[in-house]
């Protein structure tokens, strides 16, 4: 019965910000890598974030230093920090988790937990 529930997803124009959230149930957030991805139409889902048990990060580099996963695990709950958006970030944005511990895939198909997703449109 895990769940994900993705929220914080806008419209907003480039420049802007954003947080997303990621509230878990049945999963303890903080145990075992999670991440962020996103998918745009007609584009392949790709990896936005993850962060491990020690909470170590990882960012792609087309988001890094705009970026920034991090989790609450007082409230279970998974973040990203969106800033500086760009009309190329314009996707749905998926919440993700796995019962692996260790070193975080990169991989959408390694993830067996997948929220709903939230959408981020930006615009020039």
């Known amino acids: 019965q895990v769940q994900l529930v993705e929220s914080g997803g806008d419209s907003v124009e480039a420049g802007g910000s954003l947080r997303l959230s990621c509230a878990a149930s049945g999963y303890t957030v903080g145990s075992y890598c999670m991440g962020w991805f996103r998918q745009a139409p007609g584009k392949e889902r790709d990896w936005v974030a993850v962060?491990?048990?020690?909470?170590?990060?990882t960012t792609a580099d087309s988001v890094k230093g705009r970026f920034t996963i991090s989790n609450d695990v007082s409230k279970n709950t998974l973040y990203l920090q969106m800033s500086s958006l760009k009309p190329d970030d314009t996707a749905m944005y998926y919440c993700a988790a796995t019962m692996r511990v260790g070193w975080c895939s990169r991989a959408p198909r390694d993830y067996i937990y997948w929220g709903q997703g939230t959408q981020v449109t930006v615009s020039s």
């Open positions: 962060i491990d048990r020690y909470s170590v990060t």
